[in-house]
């Protein structure tokens, strides 16, 4: 690819994000929502026996959830995304349930300003439910074995 000056980059342009190349088919940058740090990781890739390229966007939200939580996990954010069309992007990789707020474009690249768009949207998603979505990847809560049951308790009473 031959560029006629820095600003023919892709996504150097974009104000959402400081996005710059990673190596030839991708790019990564950063951004700020909720008081923290967020990573988009944006991939370009055209196989041989593919007829259009695509490109994917990601921001990580979750790294990884316990591995006997991925399944239960998996599907509430599955039924949140039902209810609610905001949690549409979101994404669980059932391997590890690591969790992206994703995008994927197909015969057209995004621009600057199509690429700002998708990071408006999910620092406008980690704002409203990144709690939510952190509290349904903790570990369910369970007593301890040496708590006093309910009918120990009311016998001293």
């Known amino acids: 690819m031959l560029l006629d000056s820095y600003n023919d980059i892709p996504y150097i342009n974009c104000t959402a994000a400081k996005i710059r190349p990673k190596d030839k088919t991708g790019h990564s940058g950063t951004f700020e929502a909720a008081g923290e740090t967020f990573t988009i990781k944006i991939a370009n890739a055209r196989d041989d026996d593919e007829r259009f390229p695509r490109v994917w966007a990601r ?4 790294d990884k ?3 006997d939580r991925v399944d239960d996990y998996a599907c509430k954010v599955a039924a949140k995304a039902i209810a609610d069309p905001a949690f549409a992007p979101v994404k669980v990789d059932l391997r590890d349930g690591e969790t992206a707020y994703m995008k994927t474009w197909t015969c057209r690249y995004p621009d600057d300003e ?3 768009a998708f990071i408006m949207q ?6 409203a439910h990144i709690g939510e979505l952190r509290a349904l990847s903790a570990p369910a809560k369970t007593p301890p074995d040496d708590l006093p049951f309910l009918e120990d308790l009311l016998s001293l009473i």
């Open 59 to 62: 921001v990580e939200l979750i």
């Open 65 to 67: 959830v316990a591995k």
């Open 114 to 116: 199509a690429m700002d």
């Open 122 to 127: 999910a620092k406008d998603f980690i704002e």
